[in-house]
Structure formats: C-alpha cells, structure tokens
C-alpha cells in the first residue's frame, strides 16, 4: 500500500467549491452514522429509471445501489457512506457516496458532471486543452488541477487522491480500484447517450438532478422530431455523413474515404425530416478510391464531414479529388450544403462536437433540423455546432471568459421548442434544389466489392463508429485524442470513425 501525502490545489479548495454549490435537487447528501439503522432504511427516495439506454442499468437497494456497465460488464457498488460495505459478489469496485472527489479523463463525462451541477467535485481533469465548455476551462484555471500525463508517479497519486476516476475503456490504469467506465458514446440513439446523465448522476446522489433534465430534453427532442417530419415529410433531403483518412503508419499509408451510417446519426437525420445516405445496409463503408467514394455521393443533398483534416473547403475539395468544383456535378456542391460539426472549438482545437451534443440531444437534433431545412424557424436560427465551409462560416473559439459562474448547473442549449414557430418547406426554394420531392426512404447506394475496404455492419462497428474520440485522453502513450488533426490519427487503430 502507498502512502500519498501529497496535496493538489484542488483537493485544498475543494471545501470552498462545495460551499459555493447548491445542494437543490440532492438526496443522502451526509454520511450515515449507524450501518444497521441505514441498513433498513431506504435512503434513495428518488430513483432513476433508463428509458433510451441500453448499456446501463441501476439497482436500488435502502442504502446501496448496484450501478452496471453492460458493454464492460463491470458491476459499481455504490454505497451510502458511513456505512458498511454490502456483501455483493462480482463488484469492479465499491465507492461511498455521495462523492466529493472525482476524477475525468474523457471531457464527455465532464459535461455530465457540469449539467448535473456537481462540477465542485472534480479534483482532476484529464485532456484539459481540449475542454471546450467555458466554466470548465475557468475551473481548470483557477480550482480544477489538469492530470500530469507526462508525470506517471504523479498521475498515480492525482488518481488515488479521488473518489472515483471517470474514464473510457482501454486506457493504461485499470490497476486503479476506483476507476469507472462510461460508454455513453457507444449507445446507438442520441436520446440513449444524453440518458448518462443518469450513471453519472447516481455517484453523487442527484437523481431528482439528472430526471428533471433529462424528461426535458426527451420532451424537446420528442417536439422538434414531430414539428420536422410533419413540416418537411414531403421534402426530405438525402444527408450523407463522410470522412477522409490522410495516409500514416495506422492505416498502412493508405488513404480512403469512408460513409458512415451510425444508428445514432440515422436516428437523429429521420428525426431532423431528412433521409440518410446508405451504402447496401452497412453502418459504414471506406472506399479505396476517391472516385468510387464520389460515385456513391452522386445523389446527396447534404454532406456533413467530419474528417480531422478538412478544415477548410479548398482542403475538402482537395482531400476528397475534386480538382475542379465547377465540373463536378454533385447536388450538395451546387447548393453549397456542405457542413463540419466543428464550429465550437477551444483554443487548442478541442471540439465541443465530443462534448455537449452527447449530452443534450434536444439541441443536437435542433442543430441538425437547421443543417437540412436552413429555414425551418421562422425567428431565424443560428446553429451551434454545425458551420457550412461552402460558404465559410467561421469557427467560433470558446475561452474561459465566457463564464459568468462556474458553479451553476449548466443550462440546455436548445431552444423551447413548443415556442418555435416551424416555417412550412417550400420545394422551389433554392435551399432544395436537387431535392427529390414525396421520396420518404433512405436512399442506399448499391457498391461494389472491388471498390471498397471493408464494409462491417457489425454492431460493435457501428458502435465504435460514433466514437468520441476527439475527446478522450488515455494515458501511458496508447492515444491521446484531442481534437486536433495529428493526435486523432493516433487512435484510428483502436476505433474505426
């Protein structure tokens, strides 16, 4: 056994963050002082429920709950503190709670913790540049201490230090009793990954918290889907989601370019009153050849990149072969509906794309209902993520003066939609040029073998692919994603993206 005694800023200021928090919306918030009269007492009158989310799942017990991660097939015993430990086989770890001091290594699991108002509690935070939430980043500044990754014995004690360590898996630490493995990016629905907020919620007894949010962004979510397919169901432009890889040592100095047709983004395009692109029914193909690639885009609309080195439109004209855009005959070159989901960015290029949008899938599926039909509200809106590089819409960088309190519990970005005013489609507006009319189905490009690299439609594939991976730190060398275009290639052999 080790002996810390050593201590970060942020486990001396911790106190003072905890004064500043609110405890609205908090259940259990002391330790108990008899085992046996906790024991038979239900300490956990608010209980969450999964209702999207199918790799999760708690278990209340009166003074435990049994929280599962389905996908690592890890089992977290949470108990009351003060006291005892359950008696429960299998267990990946026992942690008491509520926790006061918490780790993350992915900033996905921040923005968690910042929508449940529970940031106080964050002692250490790993990939700090690529933090792009405002709060966060003056947190980091001025209470949160950034994990010393270039530091092992000193990470080991930043870990330790904490009550619990957030993190994805595959990393280098899982020698550490307290580390716990969220996989919200692997869920296969939007409405799924925001639903996290429910583990995340249950380790620090805020699931009145977290079921008050996330009723409100289901019902969002649920209005803005019925408003778009009931206004544009007759229009529906066909959304094509791409991405191209550079050669490098990962990818056997190979480029190739690659559609993608994650649930989670199938889902959210139908809801958005849109159809998806398909490639003969897998969740996702790369194409050896940039022409064969092209072929398959010949009758998209709209064409959102995520590619890590397009980050201008002459660089996505080039990376994907189109020498000349005025010879190319392509309805989403025409209309000039070519889109990154790259517009909120830090200064060190993290993308909030990898963070917020997991969480609050109401304003993503707003952002998206924007990107295929740009008149849909007739106040006018503006999106958050999404900027069109055919038109040069700039990135908008986020700094930690944006920050009026870091401690409040983060807002929603996405509007009450039951106040939004949905404008009926027009088909002769130029914005559907190229538009098929009454076509309601997925339009799926038959391709060839020869043309292809692989094409699994595997669950795990599809999973994997909607990885956020420009938001992960994993430490010891393995990968260290963080947004920017050289250090995602890193991780192209641990996920396909």
């Known amino acids: 056994m080790r002996l810390f005694i050593s201590l970060s800023l942020a486990s001396l200021l911790a106190p003072l963050a905890a004064i500043a928090q609110s405890t609205d919306g908090l259940q259990s918030t002391s330790c108990v002082s008899s085992s046996s009269s906790s024991a038979s007492t239900d300490l956990y009158k608010t209980k969450s429920e999964v209702k999207y989310a199918k790799l999760f799942s708690i278990e209340y017990h009166n003074n435990y709950k049994v929280v599962n991660n389905l996908s690592t097939k890890d089992k977290y015993i949470l108990y009351q503190c003060g006291s005892d ?7 990946s770890a026992f942690i008491p709670i509520p926790v006061s001091k918490a780790a993350t290594w992915a900033t996905t699991a921040a923005i968690f913790l910042e929508a449940l108002g529970v940031q106080n509690n964050i002692q250490n935070l790993g990939t700090a540049p690529s933090i792009v939430s405002s709060c966060l980043q003056k947190l980091l500044e001025d209470v949160i201490e950034p994990f010393n990754e270039g530091n092992s014995t000193h990470t080991d004690e930043q870990e330790q230090s904490n009550t619990v360590v957030f993190n994805m898996p595959g990393g280098e630490d899982d020698d550490t009793s307290n580390t716990v493995y969220s996989v919200e990016y692997l869920e296969n629905s939007a409405l799924g990954r925001s639903e996290w907020v429910k583990f995340f919620a249950a380790f620090f007894n805020a699931e009145e918290r977290a079921n008050k949010l996330f009723e409100a962004i ?4 649920q209005c803005f889907s019925a408003k778009a397919n009931d206004e544009y169901n007759d229009i529906r432009p066909v959304v094509a989601w791409t991405s ?9 100095n190979t480029a190739y370019w690659q559609i993608s047709f994650a649930d989670y983004k199938y889902d959210l395009v139908r809801d958005a009153g849109a159809r998806m692109l398909n490639t003969t029914g897998k969740q ?6 940039s ?27 080039k990376n994907y072969g189109i020498g000349d855009k005025t010879s190319a005959t392509y309805s989403w070159l025409d209309s000039d509906r070519v889109y990154r989901p790259d517009r ?3 200064t060190a290029g993290g993308l909030d794309w990898f963070e917020a949008p997991v969480a609050f899938a109401d304003a993503l599926l707003q952002d998206l209902i924007s990107v295929a039909h740009p008149k849909f509200s007739k106040e006018g809106y503006s999106p958050i993520w999404f900027r069109n590089l055919a038109k040069s819409d700039p990135v908008t960088p986020v700094t930690a003066a944006g920050c009026t309190d870091m401690y409040a519990q983060r807002k929603d970005p996405a509007g009450t939609c039951s106040s939004i005013d949905f404008q009926s489609a027009n088909a002769s507006d130029s914005v ?3 538009v098929d009319v009454n ?8 391709v060839s073998k020869s043309e292809i690299i692989n094409d699994d439609d595997s669950d795990s594939q599809a999973r994997s692919e909607s990885s956020t991976s420009g938001a992960l730190s994993i430490r010891d060398g393995t990968a260290a994603i963080i947004g920017t275009a050289a250090m995602a290639l890193s991780f192209v052999a641990a996920a396909a993206l």
């Open 284 to 289: 996702s193909t790369m194409f050896s050849s």
């Open 344 to 346: 909120l960015q830090s």
């Open 218 to 221: 289901d019902s969002n979510y």
């Open 439 to 446: 076509e309601t189905q997925d339009l799926i490009y038959d």
């Open 291 to 317: 022409q064969a690639f092209l072929d398959a885009l010949e009758e998209a609309d709209i064409l959102i990149d995520e590619s890590f080195v397009s980050y201008s439109y002459k660089d996505l004209l």
């Open 85 to 91: 430990k359950p008696s429960v086989n299998d267990a």
């Open 244 to 252: 191209y890889a550079a050669p490098t040592e990962y990818n056997n």
């Open 432 to 434: 559907y040029s190229g």
